[in-house]
């Protein structure tokens, strides 16, 4: 720990479709130090993807940076061409996509797919490649890894190819490892094998880690830092504890209020955030989420707050906050 590893400044990402300007990014900053586990979190279009995707140079067309820096690892990720980008993709940086199924080849074998990897990005011969995969697929947990090399993504559980994506992933032993909502498709009592098995993996081999989810009960247990993403942008950043008992933006505390706990004596109604989520081709002046918070003030519909700060390590961009902090000072004088 110490070490800057992830330092993401104003990023700015955009999708120019025949329909207009997609502002999928709006000047998001992010720092995580080595060996630290970062989760982001947010409701589907909140920009979480777009943030790993920007990282690792796989934006989609019609998207493109346009604005901001992205620095990984020494590297400056918006300087690099696309052959510089596969040599660290995969090597330094990996990622676990959402969908097993649709991530894997189905035409080529388990073993197939691992070795290519391997083979890519060192200097092992085939037989050493294939001794790294069936290694590789007992870390994972996977049983007759022998067996399993032989077989197409199609003859395996949805759990089984979640480990295969690993096995992938960790190939290399990358620095900083992306888990795209992994266990988004599998069952609660795979879900918890998984994110167990990255946390031993990750204490294996001394990496970092990025949790991408819409689920906060999953980062719960297993990010020390959260940063909540809400229409393109970071509207709440800080270490666990502070997100979960000290939330300060709207967002956070409905994001909150949504999910059941099992410390609650009585049944407890869960509240749902209210309203739709901000479209980005027409993004509000003001903060994204004023349309759908009930303390909206008139000046949450015109203009972005700044970040408040909390904390050395807990920030929060609402003009609730800037309001307090008005008051106290005014108080102070």
């Known amino acids: 720990m110490g070490n800057t590893l992830v330092d993401i400044k104003n990023l700015r990402v955009s999708f120019f479709t025949p329909a207009g300007e997609v502002k999928a990014l709006n000047d998001v900053s992010i720092k995580m130090e080595e060996g630290e586990v970062l989760g982001i979190v947010g409701e589907s279009g909140s920009g979480k993807s777009v943030t790993a995707y920007s990282l690792m140079g796989l934006i989609p067309y019609p998207g493109r940076i346009v604005g901001g820096t992205i620095d990984f690892n020494g590297h400056r990720i918006n300087d690099m061409s696309e052959a510089e980008m596969r040599a660290i993709r995969g090597n330094e940086v990996s990622i676990i996509f959402q969908d097993p199924m649709t991530s894997l080849n189905p035409v080529y074998t388990i073993g197939n797919q691992i070795m290519e990897v391997i083979l890519l990005h060192t200097d092992k011969n085939k037989e050493q490649a294939y001794e790294r995969a069936v290694e590789l697929l007992t870390l994972v947990g996977i049983n007759e890894p022998a067996k399993r090399m032989k077989q197409y993504p199609h003859e395996l559980s949805g759990g089984m190819r979640q480990r295969v994506m690993i096995a992938i992933a960790l190939a290399c032993e990358p620095k900083l490892l992306i888990a795209d909502e992994p266990t988004t498709a599998l069952d609660v009592t795979i879900q918890a094998q998984i994110l167990e098995l990255m946390m031993e993996l990750k204490q294996k081999i001394g990496m970092s880690i990025i949790m991408i989810t819409h689920d906060l009960g999953i980062v719960a247990n297993m990010c020390q830092k959260i940063a909540v993403m809400y229409g393109g942008k970071v509207v709440e ?11 300060r933006h709207e967002y956070t505390k409905g994001l909150l209020r949504s999910i059941p706990r099992l410390t609650d004596k009585e049944h407890r109604k869960l509240i749902p955030i209210e309203g739709t989520p901000v ?21 949450c519909l015109g203009r972005m707050p700044e970040y408040t700060d909390l904390s050395e390590t807990h920030y929060s961009a609402c003009w609730l906050l800037q309001k307090e902090e008005f008051e106290r000072r005014g108080q102070g004088a």
Request: hydrophobic residues 30%.
């Open 237 to 247: 950043c800080g270490t666990a504890d502070e997100i979960f008992y000290n939330p």
């Open 279 to 299: 479209d980005m081709l027409n993004p509000p002046a003001g903060c994204p989420f004023a349309p759908r918070c009930n303390s909206c003030m008139k000046i």
